[in-house]
DNA sequence: CTTGACCTTGGATACAACTCCAAGGTTTAT
DNA sequence: ATAAACCTTGGAGTTGTATCCAAGGTCAAG
């Protein structure tokens, strides 16, 4: 049995944020005082660390309500129609997923291309690419000093090409 | 030289987004016509379309800012500058995919011993394991009928343990 | 000269998901 | 018995990213 502010520091999370997913029917509290405070088991934890776990990735508070509600009413529903609500956040996931993975690889090569060194970024190929097409980026070749290992260790190929000692 | 609508429709976007990206400070027409009509050169549209592509990479509209400015004064700033806004951006996609790989293989147990069939989710194995800790799912174990291969092809467990026909 | 498509502005609205505030009631420790 | 720390409510404010609206100005065609 926890008071909002109990939950709250277990949880890491505001007192305002538990009144607020109140408001929004995510999780009440399971009882109150004689003074109305608000008493949490801990059922109520749990259901609010998946809610808690759910948000961290990304769900969307409707999301989980929609999630969550099925167990109102449980009777009225299939296992057929939770798995499916499940199979379909799943789905839901496995695009964010995918959609972050396109992120991720454009920003990859973004990154490759750039040499991350100290000199002028006005040759820099995140900016070179940025200006143009994001399909076409090539690895930077800056106009000034440049041969340092040290500054070319992301660039493999300006650092065969250019300071062929390897071969 | 585009006016506010052509260039909307060149690069797809709303002329709205075009008003509140002028007023957000990201891209400003290069001059307005005497009656007040905004003029973009192929130099603004070319911002513009800078900004779309840091967008599609998952640049937030600050992140754009600031990487508009150092496109700017490029010589003031060093590739590392430019790779460093990158690699944090990376990094923080790539912590995003690993808090959604966690839930994904979260809803994959949930999914998986939930029979998926068209009886009660009085005892379905989703809501149960809602209702307490996610961590602890078991196979569901329905007590009305439920020996059809067709609602227990998900339900390995299960499938073996109570129908062992192929045992 | 009228019509319709386009443009202007400032301000309103939307949505998510909080976050803070004011004004007051309750508990607990000393 | 009083202060500190907690709790209550309703409502307003915040951030990001737009999108919409109203009232009116501009422009080309017929
Ligand atoms: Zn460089
Ligand atoms: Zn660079
Ligand atoms: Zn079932
Ligand atoms: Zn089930």
Known sequence: MY????????????TDTLR?????GLLS???????GYRIYTENDAE???????????GFTLAEITELLSIELDKSNWACADVKGLVDDKLANVEA????LNHFQLS????????????????HCS???????STDNIRCENHSHTHDDVQFTKNCQ???VSKNSKEK
């Not at 607020?20 to 929004?24: L, M, N, Q, S």
């Not at 995140?126 to 143009?132: G, M, P, T």
């Open 3 to 14: 008071r909002i502010g109990e939950l709250a520091q277990l949880c890491e999370v505001k």
């Open 20 to 24: 607020f997913y109140e408001k929004h």
């Open 29 to 35: 509290p399971s009882s109150r005082t004689d003074s």
């Open 47 to 57: 259901r609010l660390r998946f809610i808690l776990r759910a948000k961290a990735v």
């Open 96 to 99: 964010k997923i995918a959609e």
């Open 107 to 122: 920003l990859q090569r973004l990154s490759q291309a750039c040499c991350g060194g100290p000199e002028s970024a006005e």
């Open 126 to 132: 995140i900016l070179e690419a940025l200006e143009s």
């Open 157 to 159: 190929n300006k650092a």
